[in-house]
Structures are given as structure tokens and as C-alpha cells.
């Protein structure tokens, strides 16, 4: 045995960090794990996160000393090896009532150890602790690979989702630290500080106007200004189901966990809007620099104003999704419809063992135009406090969470999506996002269907591009070329 073999040392101190670091993710510790073991690197023995209730140790050998040696050394001793050698050591079973922290210490005390620690859980890290996860979001979020993509990408703060709705439940607890603030403006000043067309708009803005809003509504107060509080309660769904923190122990999870939410009010209290607010609410979203618009509204209309917003909109480097519409016909609304507008409809097919999330919703508009399939029967989303149990809100006992279906619901998985990838590859074109994902897609259950939504192998895809002569980036660190109808294009993105 040897124990002056000072030059192992230092790797081993490194490897050892990043292993109680990744332990650390299935810690509660307050304190942290990772300093305490720097902190005595340079000892003799280091010893990791070890709670005194842990049930399990786990300790390296000494360099030199088998793994096999040591479990025959310290069974000597009068531990209790759990197993054979595991690694580069063994699993030493804590006896009942026993204090882990005292068995760590004699094990740590025994001469033949290089480390001792706690022998904690780990999760695979794509599967976030979100209480309704496991229960309500699995079984539709892996049909589309959504832990697989989370093992890659959970997010950024700098990625902004736009979501032209009904507005949203600021308050809520799975979504109040995912607001995009604008630090341009003053609060409450009755002025448009940043003058951006719209007075106080701290978080969002609100223009469904007085005119044209249902009575009901009682609104009191012209638009634009900054009250997109949501009084319905779709807006808030669609905003979860995009970017509902997650793994942060409080009820689901979103797809992109930490984009931020910018709500943009165009629907009234009963979910119905105008053109004229809605084409106003896309413009506004992308001059706040929003990477994704959210749009889980339709007309019938072919409408010039919606396709010019829509037009501007992409011109500042948005991407705008769209719901395809819940009419169960053939062709798809607008601005679903409309050039370079992701369209998405609804998976979920009701069969005798289940729904089949492969299979196109029975309600979902479908054609040669839908771009996506993309779950949206049963899924669970926010929902504001104050509408549980109202207009058809059922919430869940855990809180303020309920279960929706709709074209509406599904289009925001793929907003997520998008906003996941953004920020993967921050330098390129929204449209070369679109085509990753599109390049990405599962086929249908049957042939002629439109195909599925499949987050992870967007995210997996590898690709080289070359924005300029003589500059060259690459995503993913891969030679395989991205096969799609956009190129790589670095500059004309309106997103920083
Ligand atoms: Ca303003
Ligand atoms: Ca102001
Ligand atoms: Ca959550």
C-alpha cells in the first residue's frame, strides 16, 4: 500500500470534484459538496457529501490497492460490504442506526481509502423532479423525446418566447421567475418610457382594445398598456406547457425550462380577439426581440394585416409558430398558413390501450401544410389561481395545474422546441432552427400523415456551417451536413 504517492493526487482531486458534483444534483445539501472537497484535496483522505442518515458509503481504494483487496481489507475490519467491488473501490453498507458520518470516519481513519462519501442517488439527468412529471407529462413528452433533448438542453434566460394569447398568470408558482422583464421601462408612470408603442409594459403588453372586447370583460383602460394579466386562463396554459420552470421541484415542467415568457395580450376574457390587436400583439413581440412568437389562435381569414405582421415579424429574425386549427378539416388557418409560419397540429388518438400520440387528433386541422405533429390531448399545464374550478378549469389537488386538449396546446410544445434549440446554436438563422427540427421529425402512425415532433434528435443532429468567407462556425462538433432548405445565415437574425 502505498500512501506518499503525492503525484496522483491531483488528477484524482479533479475527478473526484466532478463526481461529488454530479452527485450533488440528487442532494438537497445546503452547504456545498464541491468545496469541502477542495478543500481537503490536499489531505489524505477526501471525504465527499456524506448526510448522517445516508444508508450507503462508497470508498475508493488507495492508488495501487485492488478494489478486490480492499472489500477483503475493510470486511476485515468489520464493515459491511455491500456487493463486490464496484469501480475503483466498494459499497459499504451503513448499519441501522448507525451515523454515517462516524462510519465515514473510521472508513476515512482505515489507512486504505483514497476518498469516502455518501453513496447517493443520481437521476439520468434528463428527467427533471417536478412532482406532476412522472404521473401526468411523461407519458406524451417521451413520444417526443423530451428527457432525451433535456439530457442535452434545458434552456436559456436569453432565449424569449412571445406568447400572443390571453396574457398570463404572473403570480404563478411555476412561472413567475420565467417573465421576460423590460428593463426599459418605469413602472407605473402612465408613460411609455422605452417608447415602444406601449405605456408601462413591464412584463408584456395588453391590446385588446375597449372597442371590440366582449362587455363581460368589463375593461376600463385603452391598450396598448401594460395589463396582460390573464383573466381566461389559455395564455397561462400555453405559456407552461412552452416554459413552466423546470426541475424545480414544483409541479411540471415546461419543454424549455428556462426561456423566458413574454406574455402579449390580444384575446379577451373569453378567448376571442381581433385582427387588428392580434397583428399589433406580433409586431410588438418581435420588436421586444422575442426568438419565438407563440400564435395558438386562427382566422379563416386571409387577412393582408396578419400576413404583414407575420412578415415583420420574421424579418427581425422571430420564428413564429402557429396552431394549424381545431376544425378537423383538410387545409389549416391563418397565420398558420402563411409562408415561413410553422404550423402545428394536435396528436392523439383515443385507442383501447390508450392514446396514441403518433396518430393525428381526430379534432386537428391536417394537410400537406401542417409542418408538425405535436402532442396536444390530456396535457397538463398551468392554470391561473383564480381560474381553478371556472369556465371549464379543473384544477389538480397539488395546485394550480389542470389538463387541456387542442391544436393550441400542441403548438407550443413545438415554440419550446425551437426556443431549446436557439439555445443550442445562438448564431443562426431562426429558419435553420425551423429546418433542424424539420429535418428531425418521426414519421406518422400511417403513411400520408403529417410527421411527429422529436425534440432530441433536432438537438442531436451535428452539423458545419460557414456563415462567411473565412469565418466558419460549427454546431454540434460534427461533419455531417444539415440537409435543408435554409443555409446557415449568422447576420439577419433580429435576436442577440
Ligand atoms: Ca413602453
Ligand atoms: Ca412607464
Ligand atoms: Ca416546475
Redesign the pocket.
Known amino acids: 500500500v502505498r500512501t506518499d504517492d503525492l503525484g496522483d493526487w491531483r488528477p484524482l482531486a479533479a475527478s473526484l470534484l466532478l463526481g461529488v458534483l454530479l452527485a450533488a444534483t440528487a442532494l438537497s445539501a445546503a452547504d456545498s459538496p464541491a468545496r469541502s472537497a477542495a478543500a481537503s484535496a490536499g489531505a489524505s483522505v477526501v471525504v465527499g457529501e456524506t448526510p448522517a442518515g445516508a444508508d450507503f458509503l462508497y470508498a475508493q481504494a488507495l492508488p495501487g490497492l485492488r478494489p478486490d483487496a480492499l472489500a477483503r481489507a475493510v470486511a476485515a475490519l468489520g464493515f459491511d460490504v455491500a456487493g463486490g467491488p464496484r469501480g475503483e473501490g466498494v459499497r459499504v453498507r451503513v448499519p441501522d442506526g448507525a451515523d454515517a458520518q462516524e462510519v465515514a470516519g473510521r472508513l476515512a481513519a482505515s489507512g486504505l481509502v483514497r476518498s469516502v462519501e455518501a453513496d447517493g442517488v443520481v437521476r439520468a439527468s434528463g428527467v427533471p423532479d417536478d412532482p406532476l412529471y412522472a404521473g401526468a407529462q411523461h407519458r406524451y413528452l417521451h413520444v417526443v423525446r423530451a428527457p432525451e433533448a433535456w439530457a442535452r438542453q434545458h434552456g436559456d434566460a436569453g432565449v424569449v418566447i412571445a406568447v400572443v394569447d390571453t396574457g398570463l398568470d404572473w403570480d404563478h408558482p411555476d412561472l413567475s421567475d420565467r417573465l421576460f422583464v423590460n428593463t426599459r421601462?418605469?413602472?407605473m408612470?402612465?408613460?411609455?418610457?422605452d417608447d415602444n408603442g406601449c405605456?408601462?409594459d413591464i412584463v408584456g403588453c395588453n391590446f385588446v382594445s375597449l372597442a371590440t372586447a366582449d362587455p363581460s370583460c368589463r375593461y376600463r383602460h385603452d391598450p396598448p398598456n401594460w395589463r396582460a394579466s390573464d383573466d381566461e386562463g389559455h395564455g397561462t396554459f400555453v405559456a407552461g406547457i412552452a416554459a413552466a420552470a423546470g426541475d424545480n421541484g414544483t409541479g411540471m415542467a415546461g419543454i424549455a425550462w428556462n426561456a423566458r415568457i413574454l406574455p402579449v395580450k390580444v384575446l379577451d376574457c373569453t378567448a376571442t380577439g381581433r385582427i387588428s390587436d392580434a397583428a399589433a400583439g406580433i409586431r410588438y413581440a418581435a420588436s421586444m426581440g422575442a426568438d419565438v412568437i407563440n400564435v395558438s389562435f386562427g382566422t379563416l381569414t386571409d387577412s393582408p394585416a396578419l400576413a404583414e405582421a407575420v412578415a415583420f415579424a420574421r424579418a427581425r429574425g422571430a420564428v413564429i409558430v402557429a396552431s394549424a386549427g381545431n376544425d378537423g378539416r383538410r387545409g389549416i388557418t391563418y397565420p398558420a398558413a402563411y409562408p415561413g409560419v410553422v404550423s402545428v397540429a394536435a396528436s392523439g388518438l383515443e385507442r383501447p390501450d390508450g392514446v396514441d400520440y403518433r396518430a393525428t387528433a381526430p379534432f386537428a386541422d391536417f394537410g400537406g401544410e401542417v409542418d408538425f405533429l405535436a402532442p396536444g390531448v390530456d396535457l397538463m399545464s398551468t392554470v391561473p389561481s383564480r381560474r381553478c374550478g371556472l369556465d371549464g378549469w379543473e384544477c389538480v389537488e397539488e395546485g394550480p395545474y389542470g389538463f387541456g386538449t387542442g391544436s393550441s396546446f400542441a403548438t407550443p410544445m413545438v415554440a419550446g422546441s425551437i426556443a431549446l434549440l436557439r439555445a443550442q446554436y445562438p448564431r443562426v438563422s431562426g429558419d435553420f432552427l425551423v429546418a433542424l427540427l424539420q429535418g428531425a421529425r418521426q414519421p406518422g402512425a400511417s403513411p400520408g400523415e403529417a410527421h411527429l415532433l422529436d425534440i432530441a434528435a433536432a438537438l442531436e443532429r451535428t452539423f458545419t456551417t460557414v456563415a462567411a468567407p473565412g469565418v466558419s462556425r460549427t454546431g454540434g462538433g460534427g461533419e455531417a451536413p444539415l440537409t435543408g432548405p435554409a443555409g446557415p445565415d449568422a447576420g439577419a437574425g433580429g435576436h442577440d
Do not use: K
Request: no cysteine; charged share 50%; glycine share 10%.
Open positions: 421601462e418605469t413602472f408612470n402612465g408613460r411609455d418610457d405605456i408601462d
